[in-house]
């Protein structure tokens, strides 16, 4: 992040643009030690300065802080402060910025950034700061979004990915795929500009390499956005089984507390109960349901579609077998159904109640593993096979880098999609104007990935999706 950002710096130190000064409460509201208040924009300093009693900020070097109270218009103390200053571009944001640090109240806050307000500075929009770093060249859109990511990972997995984008190594990726198809377009538009002495292209199959590859990298690329989308919203990850099977049971012993009612009375369970829950570093969102039977009961059948739904959806399908009942046909053939439909979804199948368990031993069913959720038995393998399972098959170790935002995958598949076109222009012996015509149009989807091209819409969508302050 440093070097990049030192890199950018470098480039961008001509091109800030100071756009008016915003202001937001940086911090989350609460009661606090301390909070702070991000001032941004053109004069930031000096405006600050104006409701500032100590130093003449305007006066004082970037990267200092000053001791102060902020005074409103009357002249009455809103609070004791710290300003920190950032002159521009060496700020987050790029512009001049001033950190205010004041008492952690939320009414003084509030009082505090009143008073910055009252300036004649805006109020920030959510994400307006990180925006504004985007533009001014400080990061790649890419690297924003992963702002957003961080501040919202859940788990210790999603948290290292949003590092690795934050890096830039994202953007590294996908700067290279530019660089290798401006090079594909180059080979293609010497022969345009030759065209008219005939010539053919200067290498044909060293362009089809060149594109092949690339098709191939974007592929590797793509097959990282299933682990990445697990690691970034969780595994969801679904109960299913008979009535009084033990899933709300198993529920409350994974997450360590009482979150579903359990009794003794099949049928208890009537709607699904969502729980977020770690596991070693990575996040599922475990899903209890009503156990599945036939029922004339209008509120338990609506249970009962909903469990259906939850499986359909799931990324994870937990189908338990109560172990004291004798295993019926019905229910034998109910698993191996489940089973079937599960497709390429992960299954696992668990036999509970092992402390009373039936003597005999069925056969004719294989279980995953045998459990107790009462005794505690054979639950920490349980979980260990829920990551292995979901993780199964997966691109995963928690150095590569991932894709884990479906903007991102979208704008990978249709420049994939360009390139595939072109290497059948090429195939079919088509002119270079219709290759030219696809590299192009994969250079702009990979240039939606870093931000060299944007729109209104995409911008939009990405930073409102920021807290207010970032
Ligand atoms: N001995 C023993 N009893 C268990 C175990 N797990 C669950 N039970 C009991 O089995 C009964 C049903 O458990 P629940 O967790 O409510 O079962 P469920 O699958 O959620 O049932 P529904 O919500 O009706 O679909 C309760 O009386 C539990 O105490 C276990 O590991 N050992
Ligand atoms: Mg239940």
């Known amino acids: 992040m440093k070097n990049q950002a030192l890199k950018n710096n470098e480039q961008q130190t001509l091109s800030i643009t100071e756009r ?19 001032v941004s924009g053109e004069d930031a300093i000096a405006t600050v300065d104006k409701a500032f009693s100590g130093k003449d900020l305007s006066q004082q070097d970037s990267h200092t802080v000053h001791f102060g109270n902020i005074v409103d218009n009357e002249g009455q103390v809103v609070d004791e402060v710290l300003a920190t200053l950032f002159r521009s571009p060496k700020s987050y944001t790029g512009e001049e910025t001033v950190e205010i640090s004041c008492h952690g109240g939320v009414l003084v806050t509030q009082a505090v950034l009143e008073t910055v307000l009252s300036l004649g500075v805006r109020s920030a929009e959510p994400g307006e700061f990180t925006q504004r770093a985007f533009l ?51 080979m293609v538009e010497l022969e345009l500009d030759f065209v008219e002495e005939d010539v053919e292209f200067a290498d044909k199959e060293q362009l089809q390499e060149l594109l092949k590859e690339l098709d191939e990298e974007i592929d590797e690329l793509l097959a990282t956005y299933e682990t990445g989308r697990l690691v970034k919203h969780g595994v969801r990850t679904v109960f299913i089984g008979l009535p009084n099977a033990g899933k709300s049971t198993l529920l409350n012993t994974l997450v360590g507390k009482d979150r579903a009612i359990v009794t003794e009375i099949a049928g208890t369970t009537r ?74 979804t992960p299954f696992i199948l668990i036999g509970t109640k092992k402390d009373i368990a039936k003597e005999i031993e069925d056969e004719r069913i294989r279980y995953d593993l045998k459990i107790s959720a009462i005794e505690g038995e054979a639950i920490d393998d349980l979980k260990k096979l ?13 150095s590569s880098l991932l894709v884990t935002s479906s903007r991102h995958r ?43 091209i944007t729109t209104e819409d995409i911008l939009d969508s990405i930073f409102s999706r920021f807290c207010i302050g970032k």
């Open 20 to 38: 008016e000064p915003i202001a937001a409460i940086a911090t989350p509201v609460g009661e606090g030690g301390i909070a702070v208040i991000r």
């Open 136 to 186: 001014n060249g400080k990061m790649e859109l890419s690297q924003a979004e992963a702002v957003a990511d961080l501040i919202h990972a859940k788990s210790k997995k999603a948290l290292d990915a949003a590092h690795q984008q934050l890096e830039g190594r994202l953007g590294e990726h996908i700067k290279e795929f530019r660089q290798q198809i401006i090079d594909a377009t180059a």
């Open 271 to 344: 709607d699904t109960i969502d729980v977020d829950w770690s596991y070693d570093g990575l996040r599922f969102k475990l899903t209890d349901t009503a156990g599945l039977r036939e029922t004339t009961d209008v509120v338990e059948a609506e249970g009962v579609k909903r469990s259906q739904q939850a499986f359909e959806k799931a990324d994870l399908a937990v189908y338990l077998k109560d172990l004291s009942r004798e295993l019926t046909a019905e229910e034998r053939q109910d698993i191996a159904e489940f089973q079937k439909n599960a497709g390429d």
């Open 386 to 398: 829920m990551k292995q399972r979901a993780l199964e098959n997966k691109h995963y170790d928690s």
């Open 410 to 452: 979208d704008a990978l598949e249709k420049a994939q999609q360009d390139v595939k076109s072109a290497l059948q222009a090429l195939d079919r012996g088509m002119t270079g104007d219709f290759l030219s015509i696809d590299l192009r149009s994969a250079l702009k989807q990979l240039g939606t990935i870093t931000g060299e």
